[in-house]
């Protein structure tokens, strides 16, 4: 069950698939440099592999232990803590001037999915102050920012984001917390909120809970939320944790999965009302809690990508170390099952959507950079286009594939990957949530072909499938052969993905029928896009052998491409029936028969 960080996975696709190094020309990062990325990623490797991931399998049996309103985590986690926030690693990504690295946010996305690998329910709470500290970053006080900022930013404060509440889940216009003002700029907030991630525990002196409620004489819905900041401990004079908040866990949830990470119920004001603060104006919380969720939807999509890499090194270990029977690649007998097509063939698909997701990831992430620092309008207003269509193919696909991958993992561990003690169950287990959390994969799809699509006039998607079809041309001129052949995939699959985008943004369309279809097409997108990101790192590889650069690395890059291409893609254009079939298909039996 040892894990060890893909840095040289990371770094590839970083630079050469996703262009990160381009971002020295902003002039933002002055330090960027390969030898500083390969660095970074080789400590966040050395403290993921070294410190996070021994704790894991224990840590899921331990669980999150509750008493008397107190959370207790697992053994090790509180020293790990410690020695997160002594490496500085919560701040990777954010500005100097505030206490943070000032590196690019794509690092800090390549090193969410290690920590998510090594141990995904210690990494939640770092993802989840994540959030907290884009949120305070952009729409906090200048008072605000000073007071709760460093220490957020050092990782020495966490925080918790607070949406759920038991009958207001995916509808967030229904919830009822209510904040009061008492006329000295704070509020006092009531309510009860549940799936509360990190809510409470014993690893950092204060946590700061980030609440959305409603203030009063709101309109109804969503344009009547406004969000809080409510510490546990609210501070003193000197800026310190001082007397106890009236915000407290009332119970932990028991899960499938992430047994390690607290899932708390909170109640806000059981004892007269928790002590907050406005963030942002009033009637402002959904755009508030978007800055969060966008975050939080990428980081979501590197934690699925994370576990996948995690269950696919257990299942390749146990795959060169298990034998039984015959196999026609080796005279050994009995062989190790690596040798058998079938279990050769669920590790191949397990690396390249793996691959896949992970590009499509760090590619989200490089946008974003580019669409922060970059000093033209219109790029930068580009390159936010970029990564608004790229957030939801990200969460999806690095989800869905996080679950896939921790099946197929399953699989090849035969009825020992069903037992607990090999560990291959708990990733299927922790993987499991990341396409409902953070908006389910069907509210990404909703968003993709009712939003994402038609941003600009549509613009977005349209110069993606035209950078796309670029890469398809540099294939087909390769003087490699399998180039070519990865490029005639892509092009089948760009052309489905182009016709369906056009049929759902026809004017005329019944909405019924553009939701009906939004799931399918998300998968097409998903897969094509991944595709594409596979065919620029064949196509930077085939570079790499013209070099004579890495030669084995490379080969494999290309051969990795050319089995997504064929397993993959090929299967995309048949895709489309399911997206143009309509409601009709999905209500012809009706409810009570149902």
Partial sequence: MTYVAPTRELRFILEDVAAMEGLMTTGA?????????????EEGGKFCAGVLAPLNHRADQFGAKFKDGAVTTAPGFKEAYAQFVEGGWQGLSFDEADGGMGLPNALGTAFQEMLQSSNMAFGLCPMLTMGALEVLSHAGTEAQRTLYLPRLITGEWSASMNLTEPQAGSDVGALRTMATPVGDNSWLVEGQKIFITWGEHDCAPNIIHLVLARTPDATAGTKGLS????PKFLLDDQGE?????????IGVEHKLGIHASPTCVMEYGGNGGAKGWLIGKEGQGMAMMFIMMNSARLNVGAQGVGVAERAYQHALAYAQERKQGRAISTPDYPAAIIHHPDVRRMLMTMKAKITAARSICLACAVASDYAAHLGDEEEAKRAKAREELLTPLAKTYGSEIGVEVSSLALQIHGGMGYIEETGAAQHYRDARITPIYEGTNGIQAIDLVGRKLNMQ????????????RETVEDCATSLNPELPLIGARLASAIDTLE???????????????????????QGIACETVGGYYLAI????AQRFLEDGKEPSFAKDRIALARYFAETVLSAVPGKSDDIYAGSSLLFGIADADL
């Fill in 499 to 521: 016709q369906t985008t056009q049929w759902l943004r026809d004017p005329t369309r019944q909405k019924a029928d553009i939701l009906a279809g939004a799931t399918p097409y």
């Fill in 29 to 41: 990062f002055e330090d960027l440099s390969s030898d500083l990325t390969a660095a970074i990623l």
């Fill in 457 to 468: 006039g549509g613009f977005p998607m349209k110069r993606l499938i035209e950078e796309m």
């Fill in 241 to 249: 944790p001082g007397k106890r908040n009236d915000a407290r866990a």
């Fill in 537 to 540: 790192g064949a196509l930077a």
């Fill in 227 to 230: 969000l809080f900041l409510v």
